[in-house]
């Protein structure tokens, strides 16, 4: 893409409005803006991270055995009346009414929708057990909507739940979700640490939040290094196998891991006895899974046959993920005082390409050969073709984060060589067009 033809609109100056540096960079950077309190639109920048993110979250889901399906986001009111969360869920629901005068509300969470699908599906044990998740918009009426995306109003969700015979099962099902948030998170370039937690309006009685470390995290975070130390995505793991998957959540649920509201010192310092391998940090929460057993089934009578032909309510659990909010949290964990440091696997474009001089017809020629090898080896390149300052041109590539720049010039171009530089180490090299693009595996 050509930022001549890109729809890049940045900002020079922080916005008065934003308080976190996630929001500033993202206004700043041209990846969002607000439509009204808490509710934002997704530019160009912006989107391609959201669908790099979400594109991982379905990658891992599909991995550990889910299957996809897409709920409304409009929900009758009936199904919650049934399950008896319609009264009790409180003002952040949206209630609605549609030109019949029936009651509709823009789901919060698909509990009730799933459940139904289930239970007007599936009659026999032999369907059990079942992993399905969408990917979804949803609408919370937050009270104070802050902090830009990272807690908003509208929010894009990955929401999955689980269906099975009985406890042991629905375990099962707990553990392959548990692996999978760890293997997603560290797709992003993230550290997530797990963390037990309360089950909150959702219901149920085991529960774990993901909080992914940032320095200027919302949660202060005390755990054992032993989590920093653990290569999830070095493990081929099998998630058919259910003792190597209760390996893995083994090795981290023995671990202390604490936030503030939870943290006790003289415990952290009995159960982590090497001072060197206490971390003390801050953090952010970036998803959360849920075992609740038959809350929603039971009420809403989702049962199958079991081998005697008996009816049995099936287990049932939950698994969300912020989709929306990860772009943020990566920001979080992930910037310097000139802007984003994207991962390479969720950055908008791979490569910047910079034309210091676009009057000049070698560093011109050289910008364009070189466009076109990338774009033939399917590397994401935004390469700035306008007729800007130099200064201004860096500026906005540190600011956007991709995490390779190409920069050439006149004097460059008469060598035949090109800068390239890491945007997360600052490292600059001069090469040829063929060694950059090898360093690059293009």
Avoid at 62 to 71: I, K, N, P, S
């Amino acid at each position: 893409m050509r930022s001549s033809q890109f729809f890049l609109p940045t900002l020079r100056e922080n916005p008065a409005e934003a308080e976190i540096v996630s929001h500033r960079l993202m206004l700043r950077a041209g990846m969002i803006r607000q439509a009204s309190a808490g509710i934002y639109s997704w530019l160009p920048l912006g989107f391609k991270v959201l669908k790099k993110v979400e594109q991982i979250v379905r990658e891992e889901q599909d991995r550990a055995g889910c299957q996809e399906v897409l709920m409304p986001t409009i929900q009758s009111a009936d199904l919650w009346k049934e399950s008896g969360r319609y009264d009790a869920y409180g003002k952040e629901m949206l209630r609605i009414k549609d030109r019949r005068d029936r009651e509709m509300l823009y789901g919060p969470t698909n509990e009730e929708q799933i459940t139904q699908i289930f239970r007007d599906s599936i009659k026999s044990y032999r369907y059990v057990p079942k992993m399905l998740y969408h990917i979804q918009w949803k609408f919370r009426d937050e009270v104070r909507p802050r902090f830009g995306v990272m807690r908003g109003r509208e929010f894009l969700m990955k929401d999955a739940y689980s269906f099975d015979m009985d406890y042991e099962g629905a375990k099962r099902s707990y553990n392959k979700f548990f692996v999978a948030y760890l293997r997603t998170f560290a797709r992003m370039g993230m550290h997530a640490i797990p963390m037990e937690a309360e089950t909150g309006p959702i219901g149920g009685n085991l529960s774990h939040e993901f909080i992914v470390l940032a320095d200027t995290g919302e949660s202060q975070v005390y755990c054992d290094r032993k989590f920093l130390d653990y290569d999830v995505l070095g493990k081929d793991i099998n998630y058919e196998n259910p003792s190597e998957v209760e390996g893995v959540v083994k090795h981290f649920t023995s671990l202390y891991a604490r936030t503030d509201e939870k943290h006790d010192q003289s415990a952290f310092e009995k159960e982590v006895a090497d001072a060197g391998q206490r971390y003390v940090g801050r953090g952010i929460e970036v998803g959360h899974i849920f075992y609740f057993g038959t809350k929603y089934s039971e009420p809403l009578k989702a049962q199958v046959q079991d081998k005697d032909g008996n009816p049995l309510t099936v287990h049932m659990g939950s698994y969300g993920i912020g989709v929306s909010r990860m772009p943020a949290a990566i920001i979080e964990a992930s910037h310097d005082e000139n802007g984003i440091v994207w991962p390479e696997s969720v950055a908008p474009f791979k490569v910047g390409l910079i034309n210091i001089k676009v009057d000049d017809a070698a560093a011109t020629r050289m910008c364009e050969d070189i466009y076109a090898k990338l774009r033939n080896a399917n590397v994401e390149v935004l390469y700035d073709d306008r007729d800007e300052r130099a200064g201004a041109k860096f500026a906005e590539m540190d600011l956007i984060g991709l995490p390779w720049q190409f920069v050439v010039g006149p004097r460059g171009a008469a060598k035949g060589l090109v800068e390239m530089k890491n945007r997360k180490t600052g490292e600059k090299v001069e090469l040829s067009v063929d060694a950059a693009l090898e360093r690059l595996g293009a």
